[in-house]
């Protein structure tokens, strides 16, 4: 099994990147997260940091973050394309603009697939990552009800979208992100059909709902826009002990990806901390067959102060995971 690492800190944190030490603690892959912000004033520095990484051997993927903030789980992230486009952001069911892209705006579509274009021209990368797509879903609050959503669910259902959110609006978010997924991967592969396009689905355990959009993982695996379903693992907060968490969760992405000819990649947080048991759950997801776990991130695994006390044993449980 290969062990990857998140690099999720933009390019005031690859400039500290040590890419000889991360070599020889044994990753074998990088995601890097390239924030809209950081792309628009220092692409050429995540461009080289790239270049650098696959000349040493290393699979490379790019994390777009920021874009209209479709694809963001962190709502701090700032995106100058949410600041300037207020009529192309998600519209609530109390008809309030949400501090999100809808992806079903054809205008925010376009905008989004130049960009990703842009960025797959640029980096030198194996592939990109689509982190958690999603609609707007909080406490008696949802989006999108924008006009473009509204006509869209009235053409697909022959009905008009209705005020409470339930699971036909549900249905109807799964599919407009499986149509969101196509044109981000459709985006980059016509820089290189090459280039992998990796979905990762809101963070969940199995039999918990999400309502984001992303709780189908059959729809997700079924579409050509998904090469490699990517599932991050919560345990930490559900109170489930790793172990049960991980085969459950490999078990049930698993039977999507196989039965469609997909690949299956799991992530968990990663910290040098007894609490986050990064050793064990390298050891686990090994012992399960996985082809890959990504350990996120840098910042909270390499940069801190515990780390050079848990290197050693980092290494060897990611050297013995590689002969599993
Ligand atoms: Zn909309």
Known sequence: MQVGLCLAGGAAE?????????????????????????????????????????????????????YGKVLDPDPAAPSLYVDTHPQTLQVDNRGRRCPKACPNNPYFLEWFSSSMRTLAWLLEASGFLWDEPSFHHSRGTWACRCQYCQRLYQAWRGAEMPRDFGDDVLAFRESSIVMFLLAAAAAIQAVDYRLESVVMPTPTLPGMPIFTGTGDWDAIAACSACDILSIFIPWQHHNVPLEQALRDVYQEATRHTQRHGKRTLLWTAASPSPRDQVLEAIRVAASLGAERLVLSDYASLIDSAAFPRFADDLQAAIAAADQA
């Open 14 to 66: 690859l400039d500290r990147v040590d890419l000889g030490q991360l070599c020889d603690l044994g990753f074998a892959c990088l995601f890097v997260t390239c924030h809209e912000d950081d792309v628009h004033w220092r692409v050429e520095q995540i461009a080289t940091f790239m270049r650098r990484a696959r000349a040493r051997g290393l699979v490379v993927y790019a994390v777009p973050s920021g």
